[in-house]
């Protein structure tokens, strides 16, 4: 009988669902402490890839995570403790007996989870902290003891396997508001992790990648690494296509960031590179992640099509950069057509010297005397422009550029500007929050500096100003207009 199995009293041959069942109830009810470290180190012990289907496998590493996570909660000490055990376990292991290398692989994968509950997860936040120094030093270890040995040998599987999960703990056990001290140091050791133990890496390691301090120059580095890397696509794990995704998928990390200085850098390796291996970057790195109408993406990212000028500026002679040239090309058709059909033309019609001026007009026409149409709103306008996604949420407080390029471009002739008899110029109108949709009015964004422009309306008899005018009226008053200041 197994001691776990003799600690609980449980029939030798009882199952692991039904023992991990058994472990759970008996961390929740009362025990001294001596015997609840007893039971806890008879399960690290225990735990095991049971050859299960995976349903039952996750049923057993939630029973035993939340074993784990009720016995962390009772005491500052035993989670120190707790801590403190499962290191001391994991830093004894040699990996070089295959089974207990794959047993103390999951040993690392259920400490690294996140416990059963946000509240177990965070209660471990300060034994991270003091252990960080011997984490980072278990990490380290075993990413020299991976580079020195053969991806063949018995215990590289465990080894590899045990070396991704711990460092899930940087994203598991901080809170997701702090400790990014942590993060960005642990960050320092993610692309030898990722190269050696290429096969186990995920997108978490790949996410985790955004804390480095260098982070443009690793994501291209690590692009070079992975397209150089002579194995099948199924092969490289999971971290090779959530590179892909963060490179330039929907909401990409590295276009978020600013894709200049990672093809700043990639635009250097590129030349090295064989056809073969161009070819897989185009496949993996710029299709792959744009599945879903790739060529309307590309269209409405600048940065997507950053990164596709590049690899045409190599001049491949490939079937794939052909065809990354032709959907370069086709992009910029859709702009340039979209940009016809959506923006005013901007030709002909009256040239104002203030721009501000024209958008106090423009209030009067299009929303006053509704005679200029369409009548722009800018919530309709930012769920059909197709060429980026705008997001008044995030961008609300500022000009939103492509909306201030409307109300430039939109014409208005001589005809529109004869009809305007009265104008006022004052914050908070319509056409102002639809550039600014968050304006609070307290900024000289849309003041008035100039009245050169008064002679496009001739017919104007009444001019109201409230607080936004910066100019001398005597214009106005000269032509015999009715000025109202408040």
Known sequence: MGKLQALL????????????????????????????????????????????????????????????????????????????????????????????????AKLAELFALRKA?????????????????????????????????????????GLSRAAAALFEVYFNHPHYMDDDDLRAEAAGLLPALIRIFYADCNHIHVYMLGYHGDYARETALLIDFYVKLDRPREKKGAAYLSLASSFMGEGAA???????????????????????????FLDTFVY??????????????????MVLDLAVRQQRRTSRAEEAACTLEEANRII????????????????????????????????????????????????????????I????????PE???????????????????????AGGQQVQLQIVPFWNGEDGMFDVHSLEDLKHLPNLRVLQTIGLLKADAAPAVERGIILIQD
């Open 9 to 104: 009293q449980a029939n030798p041959d009882e199952e692991p669902l039904e023992l991990s069942q058994r472990l759970l109830n008996r961390l929740q009810s009362f025990m001294p402490e001596q015997a609840g470290h007893a039971l806890i180190e008879a399960s690290f012990e225990w735990v095991d890839d049971f050859g299960l289907d995976d349903e039952t496998n996750r049923r057993i590493d939630d029973r035993i995570n939340e074993a784990w996570s009720t016995f962390a909660l009772l005491t500052p000490e035993d989670r120190v403790w707790f801590y403190e055990t499962i290191l001391t376990y994991l830093e004894r292991e040699p990996f070089v007996e295959p089974e207990k290398a794959r047993q103390s």
């Open 117 to 157: 509950s946000l509240e177990s997860s965070y209660a471990l936040r300060s034994e991270l902290r003091l252990q960080h120094p011997r984490l980072l030093e278990l990490l380290k270890n075993w990413i020299d003891r991976g580079a020195q040995t053969a991806p063949d040998s018995p215990g590289f599987p």
């Open 254 to 280: 590295a276009l978020e960031r600013g894709v200049v200085p990672v093809l700043d850098v990639l635009g250097r390796l590129m030349k090295g590179w064989t056809d073969e291996e161009f070819d897989e």
């Open 288 to 305: 792959y992640p744009l599945l879903h109408q790739p060529l309307l993406q590309i269209a409405r990212s600048t940065e997507r099509r």
């Open 336 to 391: 340039a057509q979209i940009e016809a059909e959506r923006m005013p033309s901007g030709e002909g019609g009256v040239r104002f010297a203030d721009f501000n001026f024209k958008l106090a007009v423009i209030e009067e026409l299009m929303y006053k005397q509704q005679v200029l149409r369409p009548r722009f709103d800018v919530g309709v306008f930012v769920q059909e422009y197709v060429l980026r996604e705008i997001s």
């Open 393 to 400: 949420a995030e961008e609300g407080d500022c000009p939103i």
């Open 403 to 425: 909306v201030r390029e409307y109300f430039e471009r939109l014409v208005l002739t001589e005809q529109d500007l004869a009809r305007v008899t009265k104008l006022v110029i």
